[in-house]
T-cell receptor
Framework: GENVEQHPSTLSVQEGDSAVIKCTYSDSASNYFPWYKQELGKRPQLIID?????GEKKDQRIAVTLNKTAKHFSLHITETQPEDSAVYFCAAISPETTDSWGKLQFGAGTQVVVTP | NAGVTQTPKFQVLKTGQSMTLQCAQD?????MYWYRQDPGMGLRLIYYSASEGTTDKGEVPNGYNVSRLNKREFSLRLESAAPSQTSVYFCASSELGTNTEAFFGQGTRLTVV
């Protein structure tokens, strides 16, 4: 089955700096890679996603890159702000043609702290 | 829309007691999930249901059972609670295919003493 690894587990950045979180996945058939943000005491919420037919996607200060050959994908946050402080999770899912179809598997999470 | 609704929000159980966590979604999604969240462990998949009538084990299914009652509802049962099951439990749903965003319930904080 799919195994998603995420690094680093914690990340401290100064306000205005960039933050990068990296994930690797094991199942080469995986074709959808979402990123979720979880604020303290809240539920995880989708912030950006990328599909396997795309190498990069951007949404304002957030971008995600995907390297299918190396089986890794990354989240980039530019010009970080205090409200970016949260836990971020990457995830992967396999298509309908595999045994693990529908199995949304998450990485262990990255605690991001943005200090003013 | 309510989205994904979980009940209860908080629960304290004694070791050996049983309980069922309820989850319902009103988005007509086919797929539903149960995760547990422990500090430093992220979101670990307990069980999932890719479509109505099917359920499959995730990475930590021991001690749990699930029922996909219908398309809307997916319940998680602890038959004999253990302190190791103290955790925050999240239910989620998604529609696999073109729009695959998973929506989470508000979570259930379970303490087993």
């Amino acid at each position: 089955g799919e195994n998603v690894e995420q690094h680093p587990s914690t990340l401290s950045v100064q306000e205005g700096d960039s933050a990068v979180i990296k994930c690797t996945y094991s199942d080469s058939a995986s074709n959808y890679f979402p990123w979720y943000k979880q604020e303290l005491g809240k539920r995880p919420q989708l912030i950006i996603d990328i599909r396997s037919n795309v190498g990069e996607k951007k949404d304002q200060r957030i971008a995600v890159t995907l390297n299918k050959t190396a089986k890794h994908f990354s989240l980039h946050i530019t010009e970080t702000q205090p409200e970016d402080s949260a836990v971020y999770f990457c995830a992967a899912i396999s298509p309908e043609t595999t045994d693990s179809w529908g199995k949304l598997q998450f990485g262990a999470g990255t605690q991001v702290v943005v200090t003013p | 829309n309510a989205g994904v609704t979980q009940t209860p929000k908080f629960q304290v159980l004694k070791t050996g007691q049983s309980m069922t966590l309820q989850c319902a979604q009103d988005m007509n999604h086919n797929s539903m999930y149960w995760y547990r969240q422990d500090p430093g462990m992220g979101l670990r998949l307990i069980y999932y249901s890719a479509s109505e009538g099917t359920t499959d084990k995730g990475e930590v299914p021991n001690g749990y059972n699930v029922s996909r009652l219908n398309k809307r509802e997916f319940s998680l049962r602890l038959e004999s609670a253990a302190p190791s099951q103290t955790s925050v439990y999240f239910c989620a749903s998604s529609e696999l295919g073109t729009n695959t965003e998973a929506f989470f319930g508000q979570g259930t904080r379970l303490t087993v003493v």
